[in-house]
Protein backbone atom coordinates (compact mmCIF):
# COMPACT_ATOMS: atom_id res chain seq x y z
CA UNK A 1 0.00 0.00 0.00
CA UNK A 2 1.64 3.80 -0.63
CA UNK A 3 1.39 5.86 1.97
CA UNK A 4 1.17 9.61 1.24
CA UNK A 5 0.97 12.04 3.91
CA UNK A 6 -1.38 15.11 3.43
CA UNK A 7 0.84 17.91 4.84
CA UNK A 8 4.17 17.80 2.38
CA UNK A 9 4.66 20.87 3.23
CA UNK A 10 5.33 20.12 6.21
CA UNK A 11 7.75 17.18 6.23
CA UNK A 12 9.08 18.20 10.42
CA UNK A 13 5.51 17.67 11.53
CA UNK A 14 5.14 13.97 9.57
CA UNK A 15 8.52 12.74 10.33
CA UNK A 16 7.57 13.68 14.56
CA UNK A 17 4.36 11.72 13.18
CA UNK A 18 5.54 8.93 12.47
CA UNK A 19 8.41 9.07 15.64
CA UNK A 20 5.21 9.48 18.20
CA UNK A 21 3.31 6.60 16.73
CA UNK A 22 5.87 3.87 15.74
CA UNK A 23 6.86 3.03 19.33
CA UNK A 24 3.11 2.79 20.57
CA UNK A 25 2.29 0.67 17.67
CA UNK A 26 4.93 -1.78 18.99
CA UNK A 27 4.32 -1.12 22.33
CA UNK A 28 0.78 -2.71 21.37
CA UNK A 29 1.98 -5.38 18.95
CA UNK A 30 3.91 -7.09 21.95
CA UNK A 31 1.24 -7.00 24.65
CA UNK A 32 -1.37 -8.84 22.05
CA UNK A 33 0.59 -12.31 22.78
CA UNK A 34 0.26 -11.75 26.74
CA UNK A 35 -3.54 -10.85 26.37
CA UNK A 36 -4.49 -13.85 24.36
CA UNK A 37 -2.72 -16.10 27.08
CA UNK A 38 -3.74 -14.22 29.87
CA UNK A 39 -1.16 -15.05 32.05
CA UNK A 40 -1.08 -11.57 33.75
CA UNK A 41 -3.72 -9.03 34.04
CA UNK A 42 -0.77 -5.98 32.99
CA UNK A 43 -1.01 -7.03 29.52
CA UNK A 44 -4.48 -5.81 29.10
CA UNK A 45 -4.14 -3.22 30.63
CA UNK A 46 -0.95 -2.03 28.96
CA UNK A 47 -2.72 -3.10 25.68
CA UNK A 48 -5.41 -1.12 26.59
CA UNK A 49 -3.33 1.83 27.21
CA UNK A 50 -1.26 1.71 24.07
CA UNK A 51 -5.26 1.42 22.37
CA UNK A 52 -6.06 4.87 23.62
CA UNK A 53 -2.75 6.79 22.99
CA UNK A 54 -2.88 5.39 19.19
CA UNK A 55 -6.50 6.77 19.16
CA UNK A 56 -5.44 10.09 20.24
CA UNK A 57 -2.84 10.28 17.82
CA UNK A 58 -5.01 9.40 15.12
CA UNK A 59 -7.01 12.61 16.14
CA UNK A 60 -4.19 15.09 16.68
CA UNK A 61 -1.92 13.61 13.62
CA UNK A 62 -4.70 13.55 11.54
CA UNK A 63 -3.45 16.27 8.76
CA UNK A 64 -0.35 14.06 8.21
CA UNK A 65 -2.00 10.83 8.10
CA UNK A 66 -3.87 9.57 4.83
CA UNK A 67 -7.39 9.90 4.64
CA UNK A 68 -8.16 7.10 3.00
CA UNK A 69 -7.24 4.47 5.32
CA UNK A 70 -7.12 6.24 8.73
CA UNK A 71 -10.91 5.87 9.64
CA UNK A 72 -10.55 1.99 9.28
CA UNK A 73 -7.60 1.69 11.46
CA UNK A 74 -9.15 3.82 13.80
CA UNK A 75 -12.07 1.90 14.48
CA UNK A 76 -10.24 -1.42 14.38
CA UNK A 77 -8.31 -0.03 17.18
CA UNK A 78 -11.37 0.95 19.08
CA UNK A 79 -12.82 -2.15 18.67
CA UNK A 80 -9.92 -3.65 20.58
CA UNK A 81 -10.13 -0.59 23.24
CA UNK A 82 -13.85 -1.74 23.87
CA UNK A 83 -13.12 -5.45 24.16
CA UNK A 84 -10.10 -4.69 26.82
CA UNK A 85 -12.27 -2.39 28.56
CA UNK A 86 -14.96 -4.77 29.86
CA UNK A 87 -11.61 -7.09 30.84
CA UNK A 88 -9.71 -4.55 32.43
CA UNK A 89 -12.61 -3.53 34.34
CA UNK A 90 -13.49 -6.99 35.59
CA UNK A 91 -10.14 -7.02 36.58
CA UNK A 92 -9.39 -4.26 38.57
CA UNK A 93 -13.02 -5.16 40.29
CA UNK A 94 -11.46 -9.02 41.15
CA UNK A 95 -8.39 -7.25 42.78
CA UNK A 96 -10.35 -4.52 44.67
CA UNK A 97 -12.15 -6.76 45.89
CA UNK A 98 -9.04 -9.32 46.95
CA UNK A 99 -7.13 -6.53 48.41
CA UNK A 100 -10.53 -5.31 50.51
CA UNK A 101 -11.02 -8.18 52.32
CA UNK A 102 -7.10 -9.35 52.74
CA UNK A 103 -6.92 -5.31 54.78
CA UNK A 104 -10.45 -7.03 57.21
CA UNK A 105 -8.24 -10.28 57.50
CA UNK A 106 -5.10 -8.38 58.76
CA UNK A 107 -7.36 -6.04 60.74
CA UNK A 108 -9.34 -8.81 62.09
CA UNK A 109 -6.97 -11.80 62.39
CA UNK A 110 -9.30 -13.94 60.41
CA UNK A 111 -8.41 -16.23 57.85
CA UNK A 112 -7.39 -15.83 54.57
CA UNK A 113 -10.17 -15.46 51.53
CA UNK A 114 -11.38 -19.13 50.35
CA UNK A 115 -8.94 -20.87 53.06
CA UNK A 116 -12.06 -23.66 53.56
CA UNK A 117 -12.07 -24.46 50.02
CA UNK A 118 -10.59 -27.25 47.94
CA UNK A 119 -7.61 -25.58 46.60
CA UNK A 120 -7.78 -27.67 42.84
CA UNK A 121 -11.62 -26.49 42.67
CA UNK A 122 -11.09 -23.07 43.44
CA UNK A 123 -7.50 -22.00 42.34
CA UNK A 124 -8.98 -19.83 39.81
CA UNK A 125 -10.25 -17.51 42.81
CA UNK A 126 -7.26 -17.19 44.84
CA UNK A 127 -4.99 -17.15 42.04
CA UNK A 128 -3.56 -13.33 40.21
CA UNK A 129 -3.66 -15.50 36.89
CA UNK A 130 -6.17 -16.96 34.78
CA UNK A 131 -6.62 -20.77 33.95
CA UNK A 132 -6.91 -21.92 30.13
CA UNK A 133 -10.39 -21.37 28.71
CA UNK A 134 -11.50 -24.92 28.96
CA UNK A 135 -11.57 -24.99 33.02
CA UNK A 136 -14.34 -24.03 34.53
CA UNK A 137 -15.60 -23.44 37.87
CA UNK A 138 -18.86 -25.15 38.31
CA UNK A 139 -19.75 -24.93 42.08
CA UNK A 140 -19.02 -22.29 44.32
CA UNK A 141 -20.55 -21.75 48.11
CA UNK A 142 -23.28 -19.60 47.02
CA UNK A 143 -24.02 -22.37 44.91
CA UNK A 144 -24.31 -25.35 47.53
CA UNK A 145 -27.07 -27.56 48.42
CA UNK A 146 -28.50 -26.65 52.03
CA UNK A 147 -26.43 -28.85 55.25
CA UNK A 148 -23.17 -28.40 52.69
CA UNK A 149 -22.16 -24.67 53.70
CA UNK A 150 -18.23 -24.49 54.78
CA UNK A 151 -18.25 -21.79 57.40
CA UNK A 152 -17.43 -22.06 61.06
CA UNK A 153 -19.88 -19.74 63.23
CA UNK A 154 -17.14 -18.33 64.26
CA UNK A 155 -16.35 -17.01 60.75
CA UNK A 156 -16.71 -13.12 59.57
CA UNK A 157 -20.29 -12.76 58.65
CA UNK A 158 -19.00 -10.16 56.11
CA UNK A 159 -17.26 -13.05 54.39
CA UNK A 160 -19.63 -14.94 52.36
CA UNK A 161 -21.14 -11.93 50.76
CA UNK A 162 -17.63 -10.79 49.22
CA UNK A 163 -16.61 -14.19 48.40
CA UNK A 164 -19.93 -14.48 46.42
CA UNK A 165 -19.27 -11.79 44.67
CA UNK A 166 -15.66 -12.61 43.78
CA UNK A 167 -16.97 -15.49 42.04
CA UNK A 168 -19.12 -13.68 40.05
CA UNK A 169 -16.79 -11.54 38.76
CA UNK A 170 -14.21 -14.34 37.68
CA UNK A 171 -17.19 -16.46 36.38
CA UNK A 172 -18.11 -13.51 34.13
CA UNK A 173 -13.69 -12.44 33.72
CA UNK A 174 -13.58 -16.19 32.14
CA UNK A 175 -16.97 -15.76 30.17
CA UNK A 176 -15.55 -12.89 27.90
CA UNK A 177 -11.87 -14.16 27.41
CA UNK A 178 -13.03 -15.68 24.18
CA UNK A 179 -14.38 -12.55 22.78
CA UNK A 180 -10.99 -10.90 23.98
CA UNK A 181 -9.24 -13.46 21.76
CA UNK A 182 -11.02 -13.30 18.95
CA UNK A 183 -10.67 -9.39 18.55
CA UNK A 184 -7.41 -9.87 18.86
CA UNK A 185 -6.98 -12.67 16.54
CA UNK A 186 -9.15 -10.77 14.09
CA UNK A 187 -7.24 -7.71 14.26
CA UNK A 188 -3.77 -9.30 13.56
CA UNK A 189 -5.28 -11.65 11.09
CA UNK A 190 -6.45 -8.17 8.64
CA UNK A 191 -2.82 -6.86 8.11
CA UNK A 192 -3.59 -3.44 9.61
CA UNK A 193 -1.05 -3.17 12.03
CA UNK A 194 1.54 -3.96 9.44
CA UNK A 195 -0.04 -1.85 7.29
CA UNK A 196 -0.13 1.26 9.84
CA UNK A 197 3.63 0.31 10.62
CA UNK A 198 4.24 0.17 6.58
CA UNK A 199 2.86 3.92 6.14
CA UNK A 200 4.38 5.05 9.28
CA UNK A 201 7.98 4.09 8.29
CA UNK A 202 7.59 5.26 4.85
CA UNK A 203 6.44 8.58 5.67
CA UNK A 204 9.41 8.84 8.28
CA UNK A 205 11.89 8.20 5.37
CA UNK A 206 10.22 10.82 3.26
CA UNK A 207 10.02 13.36 5.46
CA UNK A 208 13.73 12.71 6.79
CA UNK A 209 14.96 13.15 2.97
CA UNK A 210 13.18 16.69 3.07
CA UNK A 211 13.27 17.57 6.72
CA UNK A 212 16.03 19.77 8.29
CA UNK A 213 15.82 18.07 11.39
CA UNK A 214 14.29 20.93 13.18
CA UNK A 215 10.97 20.98 14.73
CA UNK A 216 8.65 22.92 12.85
CA UNK A 217 6.60 25.95 13.11
CA UNK A 218 3.62 23.84 12.28
CA UNK A 219 4.01 20.88 14.68
CA UNK A 220 4.59 23.97 17.60
CA UNK A 221 1.73 25.26 16.35
CA UNK A 222 -0.26 21.86 16.48
CA UNK A 223 0.77 21.16 19.90
CA UNK A 224 -0.37 24.49 21.15
CA UNK A 225 -3.91 24.19 19.62
CA UNK A 226 -4.31 20.67 20.74
CA UNK A 227 -3.10 20.82 24.23
CA UNK A 228 -5.48 24.39 24.29
CA UNK A 229 -8.57 23.18 22.99
CA UNK A 230 -8.21 19.95 25.65
CA UNK A 231 -7.69 22.46 28.31
CA UNK A 232 -10.72 24.35 27.21
CA UNK A 233 -12.76 20.88 27.26
CA UNK A 234 -11.47 20.13 30.68
CA UNK A 235 -12.23 23.11 32.15
CA UNK A 236 -15.70 23.29 30.86
CA UNK A 237 -16.75 20.90 33.87
CA UNK A 238 -15.15 23.15 36.77
CA UNK A 239 -18.69 24.76 37.30
CA UNK A 240 -19.51 20.98 38.80
CA UNK A 241 -16.62 20.16 40.82
CA UNK A 242 -19.03 21.98 43.56
CA UNK A 243 -21.59 19.28 43.05
CA UNK A 244 -20.83 15.91 44.70
CA UNK A 245 -23.99 14.05 43.73
CA UNK A 246 -23.01 15.12 39.21
CA UNK A 247 -21.46 11.92 38.98
CA UNK A 248 -22.11 11.68 35.17
CA UNK A 249 -20.49 15.23 35.08
CA UNK A 250 -17.58 14.12 36.88
CA UNK A 251 -16.81 11.22 35.22
CA UNK A 252 -16.80 12.99 31.62
CA UNK A 253 -14.34 15.25 33.36
CA UNK A 254 -11.99 12.02 34.04
CA UNK A 255 -12.42 11.25 30.32
CA UNK A 256 -11.45 15.32 29.45
CA UNK A 257 -8.70 14.59 31.95
CA UNK A 258 -7.20 11.34 30.28
CA UNK A 259 -7.83 13.21 27.06
CA UNK A 260 -5.43 16.01 27.81
CA UNK A 261 -3.04 13.88 29.40
CA UNK A 262 -2.80 12.07 26.11
CA UNK A 263 -2.26 14.93 24.21
CA UNK A 264 0.38 16.21 26.63
CA UNK A 265 2.53 12.93 25.78
CA UNK A 266 1.70 12.84 22.11
CA UNK A 267 3.45 16.41 21.76
CA UNK A 268 6.00 16.03 24.92
CA UNK A 269 8.86 15.06 22.73
CA UNK A 270 8.61 18.77 21.00
CA UNK A 271 9.44 20.15 24.77
CA UNK A 272 13.28 20.39 26.27
CA UNK A 273 11.47 19.35 29.69
CA UNK A 274 9.28 16.93 28.31
CA UNK A 275 5.96 18.60 30.45
CA UNK A 276 7.14 15.73 32.81
CA UNK A 277 6.06 17.55 35.50
CA UNK A 278 2.56 18.57 33.57
CA UNK A 279 2.17 14.82 32.43
CA UNK A 280 2.63 14.15 36.14
CA UNK A 281 -0.06 16.71 37.57
CA UNK A 282 -2.70 15.34 34.94
CA UNK A 283 -1.72 11.68 35.92
CA UNK A 284 -2.95 12.59 39.70
CA UNK A 285 -5.83 14.60 38.84
CA UNK A 286 -6.75 11.17 36.97
CA UNK A 287 -6.13 9.00 39.47
CA UNK A 288 -8.61 10.71 41.96
CA UNK A 289 -11.22 11.00 38.79
CA UNK A 290 -10.85 7.13 38.30
CA UNK A 291 -11.03 5.99 42.02
CA UNK A 292 -13.88 8.42 41.88
CA UNK A 293 -15.41 6.21 38.94
CA UNK A 294 -14.47 3.34 40.48
CA UNK A 295 -16.75 4.17 43.20
CA UNK A 296 -19.41 5.19 41.42
CA UNK A 297 -19.16 1.67 39.41
CA UNK A 298 -19.88 -0.10 42.50
CA UNK A 299 -22.56 1.76 44.23
CA UNK A 300 -24.34 1.58 40.83
CA UNK A 301 -23.87 -2.09 40.44
CA UNK A 302 -23.80 -3.59 43.94
CA UNK A 303 -27.79 -2.67 44.41
CA UNK A 304 -28.15 -4.97 41.30
CA UNK A 305 -26.17 -7.77 42.21
CA UNK A 306 -27.88 -7.76 45.45
CA UNK A 307 -31.25 -8.43 43.49
CA UNK A 308 -29.71 -10.93 41.32
CA UNK A 309 -28.35 -13.19 44.02
CA UNK A 310 -31.48 -12.85 45.85
CA UNK A 311 -33.36 -13.87 43.18
CA UNK A 312 -31.18 -16.58 42.64
CA UNK A 313 -31.30 -17.83 45.98
CA UNK A 314 -34.86 -17.98 46.24
CA UNK A 315 -35.18 -19.88 42.96
CA UNK A 316 -32.35 -22.63 44.10
CA UNK A 317 -33.50 -22.88 47.71
CA UNK A 318 -36.95 -21.48 47.64
CA UNK A 319 -36.58 -19.16 50.59
CA UNK A 320 -34.32 -16.03 51.52
CA UNK A 321 -32.32 -18.01 54.83
CA UNK A 322 -29.68 -18.21 52.36
CA UNK A 323 -29.60 -15.29 51.27
CA UNK A 324 -28.90 -13.38 54.93
CA UNK A 325 -25.49 -15.31 54.45
CA UNK A 326 -24.61 -12.62 51.46
CA UNK A 327 -26.49 -9.39 52.01
CA UNK A 328 -24.09 -8.05 55.36
CA UNK A 329 -20.93 -8.82 53.03
CA UNK A 330 -22.45 -6.93 49.72
CA UNK A 331 -23.71 -4.07 52.32
CA UNK A 332 -20.22 -3.67 53.79
CA UNK A 333 -18.74 -3.18 50.37
CA UNK A 334 -21.54 -0.22 49.45
CA UNK A 335 -21.74 1.43 52.25
CA UNK A 336 -17.24 1.42 51.95
CA UNK A 337 -17.55 2.70 48.65
CA UNK A 338 -20.22 5.65 49.53
CA UNK A 339 -17.77 6.79 52.39
CA UNK A 340 -15.01 6.63 50.27
CA UNK A 341 -16.20 8.64 47.20
CA UNK A 342 -16.87 10.88 49.73
CA UNK A 343 -13.14 11.20 50.77
CA UNK A 344 -11.89 11.23 47.05
CA UNK A 345 -14.31 13.92 46.03
CA UNK A 346 -13.09 16.77 48.81
CA UNK A 347 -9.63 15.13 47.32
CA UNK A 348 -10.31 16.51 44.01
CA UNK A 349 -11.81 19.90 44.87
CA UNK A 350 -8.45 20.05 47.06
CA UNK A 351 -6.41 18.99 44.31
CA UNK A 352 -7.82 21.51 41.65
CA UNK A 353 -7.98 24.04 44.22
CA UNK A 354 -4.12 23.92 44.39
CA UNK A 355 -3.65 24.05 40.96
CA UNK A 356 -5.11 27.01 40.41
CA UNK A 357 -4.01 28.59 43.35
CA UNK A 358 -0.12 27.49 42.21
CA UNK A 359 -0.49 29.11 38.56
CA UNK A 360 -0.19 25.51 38.08
CA UNK A 361 -2.76 26.26 34.82
CA UNK A 362 -0.82 29.71 33.71
CA UNK A 363 2.77 28.26 33.70
CA UNK A 364 1.47 25.52 31.31
CA UNK A 365 -0.07 27.87 28.62
CA UNK A 366 3.42 29.74 29.00
CA UNK A 367 5.28 26.68 29.02
CA UNK A 368 3.26 25.74 25.48
CA UNK A 369 3.88 29.03 23.73
CA UNK A 370 6.77 27.77 21.92
CA UNK A 371 5.01 28.09 18.32
CA UNK A 372 5.05 32.09 19.54
CA UNK A 373 8.83 32.21 20.55
CA UNK A 374 9.85 30.46 17.61
CA UNK A 375 7.78 33.00 15.16
CA UNK A 376 10.07 35.74 16.99
CA UNK A 377 13.53 33.20 17.16
CA UNK A 378 15.09 34.18 13.85
CA UNK A 379 14.47 37.87 14.36
CA UNK A 380 16.14 37.56 17.89
CA UNK A 381 18.84 36.09 16.79
CA UNK A 382 19.30 38.55 14.32
CA UNK A 383 18.64 41.81 16.84
CA UNK A 384 18.15 40.02 20.76
CA UNK A 385 17.88 43.24 21.85
CA UNK A 386 15.43 44.80 19.23
CA UNK A 387 11.76 45.12 18.97
CA UNK A 388 9.40 42.48 18.41
CA UNK A 389 6.24 43.74 16.72
CA UNK A 390 3.36 41.44 17.16
CA UNK A 391 -0.25 42.01 14.79
CA UNK A 392 -3.55 41.64 16.89
CA UNK A 393 -6.65 41.10 14.54
CA UNK A 394 -10.04 40.24 15.22
CA UNK A 395 -13.52 39.87 13.46
CA UNK A 396 -12.46 39.24 10.12
CA UNK A 397 -16.09 38.16 9.08
CA UNK A 398 -14.85 36.27 5.93
CA UNK A 399 -13.30 39.77 4.55
CA UNK A 400 -10.97 38.63 2.74
CA UNK A 401 -9.64 41.42 0.55
CA UNK A 402 -9.14 43.05 4.23
CA UNK A 403 -7.54 40.35 5.77
CA UNK A 404 -5.27 39.91 2.83
CA UNK A 405 -4.57 43.93 3.03
CA UNK A 406 -3.84 43.58 7.06
CA UNK A 407 -1.57 40.76 7.00
CA UNK A 408 0.35 42.24 3.70
CA UNK A 409 0.75 45.82 6.03
CA UNK A 410 1.59 43.73 9.33
CA UNK A 411 4.63 42.26 7.53
CA UNK A 412 5.87 45.32 5.95
CA UNK A 413 5.65 46.88 9.61
CA UNK A 414 7.78 44.07 11.03
CA UNK A 415 4.98 41.88 12.51
CA UNK A 416 6.93 38.63 13.58
CA UNK A 417 3.92 37.09 14.61
CA UNK A 418 -0.27 37.39 13.97
CA UNK A 419 -2.76 36.78 17.09
CA UNK A 420 -6.55 36.50 16.45
CA UNK A 421 -9.05 37.36 18.86
CA UNK A 422 -11.92 35.34 16.83
CA UNK A 423 -15.30 36.05 14.79
CA UNK A 424 -13.11 34.61 11.72
CA UNK A 425 -16.56 34.38 9.60
CA UNK A 426 -19.74 35.73 8.95
CA UNK A 427 -21.34 38.20 6.81
CA UNK A 428 -18.20 38.52 3.61
CA UNK A 429 -18.54 35.99 0.85
CA UNK A 430 -15.39 34.23 1.72
CA UNK A 431 -15.45 31.93 4.74
CA UNK A 432 -13.22 29.04 3.43
CA UNK A 433 -10.70 30.83 1.88
CA UNK A 434 -10.30 33.32 5.56
CA UNK A 435 -9.96 30.01 7.32
CA UNK A 436 -7.08 28.49 4.90
CA UNK A 437 -5.37 31.97 4.92
CA UNK A 438 -5.54 32.17 8.32
CA UNK A 439 -4.18 28.53 9.00
CA UNK A 440 -1.66 29.22 6.00
CA UNK A 441 -0.76 32.33 7.48
CA UNK A 442 0.19 30.52 10.89
CA UNK A 443 -1.82 33.53 12.70
CA UNK A 444 -3.02 31.47 16.29
CA UNK A 445 -6.74 32.19 16.22
CA UNK A 446 -9.31 31.73 19.04
CA UNK A 447 -12.78 31.16 18.65
CA UNK A 448 -15.53 34.04 18.74
CA UNK A 449 -19.20 34.15 19.52
CA UNK A 450 -20.41 34.49 16.21
CA UNK A 451 -18.28 31.58 14.65
CA UNK A 452 -19.87 29.20 17.43
CA UNK A 453 -23.10 30.27 16.51
CA UNK A 454 -22.45 29.26 13.17
CA UNK A 455 -21.14 26.11 14.04
CA UNK A 456 -23.96 25.15 16.02
CA UNK A 457 -26.32 25.94 13.69
CA UNK A 458 -27.99 28.38 15.73
CA UNK A 459 -30.18 29.87 12.83
CA UNK A 460 -32.33 26.41 13.03
CA UNK A 461 -31.89 26.57 17.17
CA UNK A 462 -32.01 30.06 18.31
CA UNK A 463 -33.71 31.91 14.82
CA UNK A 464 -31.78 34.74 14.56
CA UNK A 465 -34.66 37.98 14.83
CA UNK A 466 -32.89 39.39 11.94
CA UNK A 467 -33.47 37.74 8.80
CA UNK A 468 -30.27 38.65 7.30
CA UNK A 469 -28.28 37.34 10.41
CA UNK A 470 -29.97 34.07 10.11
CA UNK A 471 -28.67 34.33 6.01
CA UNK A 472 -25.17 35.12 7.16
CA UNK A 473 -24.61 32.17 9.82
CA UNK A 474 -26.28 29.34 6.86
CA UNK A 475 -24.52 31.22 4.12
CA UNK A 476 -21.07 30.75 6.88
CA UNK A 477 -21.59 26.95 7.83
CA UNK A 478 -22.51 25.71 4.21
CA UNK A 479 -19.67 27.92 2.66
CA UNK A 480 -16.98 26.33 5.18
CA UNK A 481 -14.93 22.80 4.08
CA UNK A 482 -15.15 20.33 6.37
CA UNK A 483 -11.84 20.95 7.26
CA UNK A 484 -11.88 24.41 8.19
CA UNK A 485 -15.18 23.84 10.04
CA UNK A 486 -13.33 21.22 12.14
CA UNK A 487 -9.94 23.27 12.38
CA UNK A 488 -12.66 26.22 13.35
CA UNK A 489 -14.44 24.04 16.30
CA UNK A 490 -11.28 23.09 17.72
CA UNK A 491 -9.93 26.51 18.26
CA UNK A 492 -9.95 27.57 22.03
CA UNK A 493 -11.61 30.15 23.80
CA UNK A 494 -8.37 32.04 24.71
CA UNK A 495 -4.72 31.76 23.74
CA UNK A 496 -1.92 32.99 26.43
CA UNK A 497 1.76 33.46 25.80
CA UNK A 498 4.66 35.22 27.66
CA UNK A 499 6.79 36.55 25.40
CA UNK A 500 10.34 38.70 26.40
CA UNK A 501 8.75 38.73 29.98
CA UNK A 502 5.57 40.16 29.05
CA UNK A 503 2.31 37.43 29.52
CA UNK A 504 -0.40 38.35 27.04
CA UNK A 505 -4.05 36.44 26.82
CA UNK A 506 -6.13 36.65 24.03
CA UNK A 507 -9.74 36.06 23.71
CA UNK A 508 -12.70 37.13 22.04
CA UNK A 509 -14.72 39.15 24.03
CA UNK A 510 -13.78 38.83 27.89
CA UNK A 511 -11.49 35.87 30.02
CA UNK A 512 -15.28 35.12 31.34
CA UNK A 513 -17.70 35.60 28.26
CA UNK A 514 -17.22 35.59 24.48
CA UNK A 515 -20.36 37.68 24.24
CA UNK A 516 -19.26 40.69 26.97
CA UNK A 517 -18.09 44.22 25.10
CA UNK A 518 -14.62 45.65 26.63
CA UNK A 519 -14.69 49.05 25.34
CA UNK A 520 -13.67 52.49 26.27
CA UNK A 521 -16.84 53.37 28.27
CA UNK A 522 -16.51 49.71 30.69
CA UNK A 523 -16.61 50.87 34.03
CA UNK A 524 -13.41 50.48 35.40
CA UNK A 525 -14.00 48.24 38.24
CA UNK A 526 -15.24 45.86 35.29
CA UNK A 527 -11.64 46.00 33.99
CA UNK A 528 -10.19 46.04 37.64
CA UNK A 529 -11.58 42.45 38.38
CA UNK A 530 -10.34 41.17 35.44
CA UNK A 531 -6.97 41.92 35.60
CA UNK A 532 -7.20 40.71 39.19
CA UNK A 533 -8.40 37.40 37.60
CA UNK A 534 -6.47 37.32 34.79
CA UNK A 535 -2.80 37.75 36.08
CA UNK A 536 -1.54 38.67 32.20
CA UNK A 537 0.21 42.33 31.23
CA UNK A 538 -2.02 42.44 28.18
CA UNK A 539 -5.52 41.55 27.53
CA UNK A 540 -6.36 41.35 23.50
CA UNK A 541 -10.13 41.78 22.86
CA UNK A 542 -12.49 42.08 20.39
CA UNK A 543 -15.93 41.54 19.54
CA UNK A 544 -16.51 45.85 19.41
CA UNK A 545 -15.74 46.34 15.84
CA UNK A 546 -14.47 49.46 17.67
CA UNK A 547 -10.52 49.89 18.58
CA UNK A 548 -10.23 51.12 22.02
CA UNK A 549 -7.27 50.55 24.59
CA UNK A 550 -7.21 51.22 28.08
CA UNK A 551 -4.99 50.62 30.93
CA UNK A 552 -6.20 49.66 34.80
CA UNK A 553 -3.89 48.35 38.08
CA UNK A 554 -0.79 48.30 35.23
CA UNK A 555 -2.69 45.91 32.96
CA UNK A 556 -3.17 46.68 29.30
CA UNK A 557 -6.52 46.51 27.72
CA UNK A 558 -6.10 46.22 24.06
CA UNK A 559 -9.57 45.90 21.30
CA UNK A 560 -8.14 44.98 18.11
CA UNK A 561 -11.32 47.03 16.55
CA UNK A 562 -12.33 44.59 13.15
CA UNK A 563 -10.77 43.76 9.63
CA UNK A 564 -13.62 43.19 8.23
CA UNK A 565 -16.65 45.03 9.42
CA UNK A 566 -16.27 48.08 11.24
CA UNK A 567 -18.40 49.95 13.49
CA UNK A 568 -16.93 53.12 13.76
CA UNK A 569 -17.97 55.10 10.04
CA UNK A 570 -14.65 54.10 9.01
CA UNK A 571 -14.63 50.92 6.26
CA UNK A 572 -11.05 50.59 6.53
CA UNK A 573 -9.70 47.79 7.51
CA UNK A 574 -8.12 47.95 11.33
CA UNK A 575 -5.97 46.55 13.67
CA UNK A 576 -3.43 46.69 16.55
CA UNK A 577 0.12 46.72 16.80
CA UNK A 578 2.32 45.35 19.55
CA UNK A 579 5.61 46.17 19.98
CA UNK A 580 7.95 45.58 22.83
CA UNK A 581 11.15 46.70 23.90
CA UNK A 582 10.42 49.04 23.78
CA UNK A 583 6.56 48.95 24.41
CA UNK A 584 3.98 50.31 22.63
CA UNK A 585 0.43 49.91 21.11
CA UNK A 586 -0.90 51.78 17.97
CA UNK A 587 -4.55 50.96 16.29
CA UNK A 588 -3.33 50.69 12.51
CA UNK A 589 -6.25 51.98 9.26
CA UNK A 590 -5.20 49.60 6.28
CA UNK A 591 -7.28 50.66 2.62
CA UNK A 592 -8.62 47.47 0.78
CA UNK A 593 -10.22 46.48 -2.27
CA UNK A 594 -13.76 47.01 -0.54
CA UNK A 595 -15.46 46.95 -4.33
CA UNK A 596 -13.60 43.33 -4.46
CA UNK A 597 -15.71 42.34 -1.12
CA UNK A 598 -18.64 44.00 -2.46
CA UNK A 599 -18.63 42.35 -5.76
CA UNK A 600 -18.53 38.83 -4.18
CA UNK A 601 -21.19 39.50 -2.14
CA UNK A 602 -23.53 40.71 -5.17
CA UNK A 603 -22.51 37.79 -7.40
CA UNK A 604 -23.50 35.46 -4.06
CA UNK A 605 -26.74 36.37 -3.96
CA UNK A 606 -26.30 37.95 0.04
CA UNK A 607 -28.38 40.72 1.14
CA UNK A 608 -27.66 44.36 0.53
CA UNK A 609 -27.43 45.18 3.76
CA UNK A 610 -24.27 43.02 3.65
CA UNK A 611 -22.40 45.37 0.98
CA UNK A 612 -23.28 48.50 3.20
CA UNK A 613 -21.31 47.56 6.44
CA UNK A 614 -18.56 47.43 4.54
CA UNK A 615 -18.46 50.21 2.39
CA UNK A 616 -20.21 52.69 4.87
CA UNK A 617 -18.29 50.96 8.34
CA UNK A 618 -21.83 51.08 10.65
CA UNK A 619 -23.38 48.35 12.54
CA UNK A 620 -26.41 45.79 10.59
CA UNK A 621 -28.86 47.10 12.83
CA UNK A 622 -28.09 50.56 11.19
CA UNK A 623 -27.51 49.82 7.82
CA UNK A 624 -31.21 47.38 7.97
CA UNK A 625 -33.27 50.56 8.59
CA UNK A 626 -34.63 52.32 5.59
CA UNK A 627 -32.24 55.18 3.86
CA UNK A 628 -34.16 57.84 4.25
CA UNK A 629 -34.57 57.01 8.20
CA UNK A 630 -30.78 57.71 9.09
Known amino acids: MKCSYKNSEDPGFSRYTAETMLPLLSQLEQELSGVRSSDDIEYVHRARVATRRLRACFTIFSSSLPSAHTKRWRKKIRNLTKALGEARDLDVQITFVHEYFEKKVTDSGNEPLFFHYHEEEFRVLTDTTYPNQEESVECHPCERKPGVWPYA ?41 EAIATCLHEQKIKAELADTGESSHYAYEQAFLHIMTAMQDLFWYEPWLSDPDMIHRHHEMRIAAKRLRYTLESFSGLFECGLKSEIKMFKSLQDVLGDMHDCDVWIEKIPYFIKDEKERALDYFGNPDFFSWLEPGFLDLLENRKKKRTELFRELQNLWNSMKEEGFWIQLEEKISIPVQYSFQEQCEQDPKGPVKIALISDVHANLPALEAVLFDAKERGASAVFNAGDSIGYGAFPDEVMTLLRSSHVLSVIGNYDRSVLS ?162 PLDVVSEPEDSL
Open 153 to 193: ETIDHKRPGLECLLFRLVQRRLMIQPDVVKVVNTLEESGDL
Open 457 to 618: KKWKTGRPKSRDKQIAMRYAYHHLSRENRAYLAALPRQHRFRVRGTSILVTHGSPGSLNEYLVQETPETRFREIAQKSKADIIVTGHAHIPSMRQVDGVWFVNCGSVGRTEDGDPRACYALLSLDPFSIVHVRVSYDISRAIDALRKRHLPDSFRRIISEGK
